[in-house]
T-cell receptor
Framework: DTGVSQDPRHKITKRGQNVTFRCDPI?????LYWYRQTLGQGPEFLTY????????KSRLLSDRFSAERPKGSFSTLEIQRTEQGDSAMYLC???????????????FGPGTRLTVL | AQSVTQPDIHITVSEGASLELRCNYS??????LFWYVQSPGQGLQLLLK????DTLVQGIKGFEAEFKRSQSSFNLRKPSVHWSDAAEYFC????????????WGAGTKLIIKP
């Protein structure tokens, strides 16, 4: 178990550029989550996948954001036409679903810090 | 809307002193409760969780937390803090009627005085 990994750890970009982040979950985990965290706040849910299916998206997730998990393993989060307000830490978490009606424990990666200039 | 409140933005304690971090949640169906710790430059690490059973749960690094349903609280405690405990602590709750989504508090930053 190597834990959840994220790449890159830091990204600086200019406003209007597109960026893509990658998350590799714990290998046997079937759920994968994306969160955004700004300074002094807890994480805000963005979206989650069960295997390759994207099951839920937050209202916070504008149409400039898209996430994929094509083979049910790693996931990518893309932000198009970045804005300064997108500057934040983007966190990925994974979990092993215990079945319908049961919650599971999420394990987090180190995050990708995005700075939009 | 369901919410999680951590009333203390910052807490300062002396090394070796006891610690209690507060967490309250709004009324909802049976909650699942978590405490995570985040050190600078690190990801969120799970300290402990409560799903059911004994309301006093033990976690890693000498932390414990007690679920009090009557007070809608899940406070985190440690009898004697170490300088390495300096970090930000987040309480998170899953309400069974909220699509099993984690709802997070804003965090409490723990500062340790030597």
């Amino acid at each position: 178990d190597t834990g959840v990994s994220q790449d890159p750890r830091h990204k600086i970009t200019k406003r209007g550029q597109n960026v893509t982040f990658r998350c590799d979950p714990i290998s046997e985990h079937n759920r994968l989550y994306w969160y955004r965290q700004t300074l002094g706040q807890g994480p805000e849910f963005l979206t989650y996948f069960q295997n390759e299916a994207q099951l839920e998206k937050s209202r916070l997730l504008s149409d400039r954001f898209s996430a994929e998990r094509p083979k049910g393993s790693f996931s990518t989060l893309e932000i198009q036409r970045t804005e300064q307000g997108d500057s934040a830490m983007y966190l990925c978490a994974s979990s092993l679903s215990l079945g319908a009606g049961l919650t599971d424990t999420q394990y987090f990666g180190p995050g990708t810090r995005l700075t939009v200039l | 809307a369901q919410s999680v409140t951590q009333p203390d933005i910052h807490i300062t304690v002396s090394e070796g002193a006891s610690l209690e971090l507060r967490c309250n949640y709004s009324y909802g169906a049976t909650p699942y409760l978590f405490w995570y710790v985040q050190s600078p430059g690190q990801g969120l690490q799970l300290l402990l969780k409560y799903f059911s059973g004994d309301t006093l749960v033990q976690g890693i690094k000498g932390f414990e937390a007690e679920f009090k349903r009557s007070q809608s609280s899940f406070n985190l405690r440690k009898p004697s803090v170490h300088w390495s405990d300096a970090a930000e602590y987040f309480c998170a709750v899953v309400f069974m009627d909220s699509n099993y989504q984690l709802i997070w508090g804003a965090g409490t930053k723990l500062i340790i005085k030597p």
